[in-house]
Nanobody, 130 residues
């Protein structure tokens, strides 16, 4: 069955870095769009980044608040998506989730606003605090 497992979260000081991983299995990785979402305490879940399937060109999307600080990438050999997070800020504190959607041709960002992704991981906690 489809599985997504996030890892790499933790406690980091402001200005620090973390690299989240989303290990996937149970589907044809290259045919899926993968998104990263986060939910801060007391706030709604929001989509922050995604990477389109290979046939969609592997295009990426970043929410304005993370542009220039976060980088999404993927490794097809290991069916894993990464989110490199640099210059972390306290407002980045949240549970981070990855999600997948079968999507051969349309860009991943189309499905971010309404979180139209079919499969979700369990989340990993990121805490940015001094």
């Amino acid at each position: 069955q489809v599985q997504l497992v996030e890892s790499g979260g933790g406690l980091v000081q402001p200005g620090g870095s973390l690299r989240l991983s989303c290990a996937t299995s149970g589907f044809i990785f290259d045919n899926y769009a993968i998104g990263w979402f986060r939910q801060a305490p007391g706030k709604e879940r929001e989509g922050i980044s995604c990477i389109s399937s290979n046939s969609s060109g592997g295009d990426t999307y970043y929410k304005d608040s993370i542009k220039g600080r976060f980088t999404i990438s993927k490794d097809s050999a290991s069916s894993t998506v990464f989110l490199q997070m640099d210059n972390l800020k306290p407002e980045d504190t949240a549970i981070y989730y990855c999600a997948a959607r079968p999507e051969l041709f349309r860009l991943c960002l189309l499905f971010i606003p309404r979180m139209e992704y079919d499969y979700w991981g369990q989340g990993t906690q990121v805490t940015v605090s001094s």
